[in-house]
């Protein structure tokens, strides 16, 4: 039972333009949801993070929804770089613990100059 | 700070070997982690711990050992290599007392077992 879900394995923005980077999800117990950007040959290193609580959270280029209701968060990458290009991950920790982090399967992210 | 080191880089083995692949962390975290990841795939959590001497298993555990000494050094160990373990494997480490949870990776170990 996939608790995390990137549905998207793929995404293909041209610089300088929008990316927006989606996640489900199924556990109404998760308190925090977090980005991970994963460069070729390197581990993840965490990007962005949002409480349950809140609806949106921004830091510099990068901007996380969430919308309690459907279930559902999204990353925005404005403007997006080339650099940006890495697989990113959504991940969900549950209520209760510090630890433990449910991953979705990722989704490659492209920036085309 | 080094953050969390892992080592080898690379790995070939033969079916039925073993081996040891080492993970250190600088950052004195609590909570360690290994992950491996599949093509295609998430991060699916081999084995955690909470703390030196206190280890648990996570979602794909088969096959795989685990020991916690020390807060630094968290080693995963494979006992009879099988074609299924071909994988990367991550470790990663978080502070206890972080609400958010973030957990923060070595560079990984690509291991090809043939």
């Known amino acids: 039972d996939q608790q995390v879900k990137q549905n998207s394995p793929s995404l293909s923005v041209q610089e300088g333009r929008i990316s927006i980077l989606n996640c489900d999800y199924t556990?109404?117990?998760?308190?925090?949801f977090l980005w991970y950007k994963k460069y070729p040959a390197e581990g993840p290193t965490f990007l962005i993070s949002?409480?349950?609580?809140?609806d949106k959270n921004e830091d510099g280029r990068f901007t996380v929804f969430l919308n309690k209701s459907a279930k559902h968060l999204s990353l925005h990458i404005v403007p997006s770089q080339p650099g940006d290009s890495a697989v990113y991950f959504c991940?969900?920790?549950?209520?209760?613990?510090?630890?433990?982090?449910?991953f979705g399967k990722g989704t490659l992210l492209t920036v085309n100059p | 700070n080094a953050g969390v080191t892992q080592t080898p880089k690379f790995r070939i083995l033969k079916i039925g070997q073993s081996m040891t692949l080492q993970c250190a962390q600088d950052?004195?975290?609590?909570?360690m982690y290994w992950y491996r990841q599949d093509p295609g795939m998430g991060l699916k959590l081999i084995y955690y711990?909470?703390?030196?001497?206190?280890?648990d298993k996570g979602e794909v555990p088969n096959g795989y050992n685990v020991s916690r000494s020390t807060t630094e050094d968290f080693p995963l160990r494979l006992e009879l290599a099988a074609p299924s373990q071909t994988s990367v494997y991550f470790c990663?480490?978080?502070?206890?007392?972080?609400?958010?949870?973030?957990?923060?990776f070595g560079p990984g170990t690509r291991l090809t077992v043939t």
């Open positions: 990663a480490s978080s502070d206890r007392d972080r609400m958010i949870g973030e957990q923060y």
């Open positions: 556990n109404s117990m998760f308190d925090y």
């Open positions: 949002i409480s349950s609580i809140k």
């Open positions: 991940a969900a920790k549950s209520g209760g613990s510090n630890y433990k982090l449910t």
């Open positions: 950052m004195n975290h609590n909570y």
């Open positions: 711990s909470v703390g030196a001497g206190i280890t």
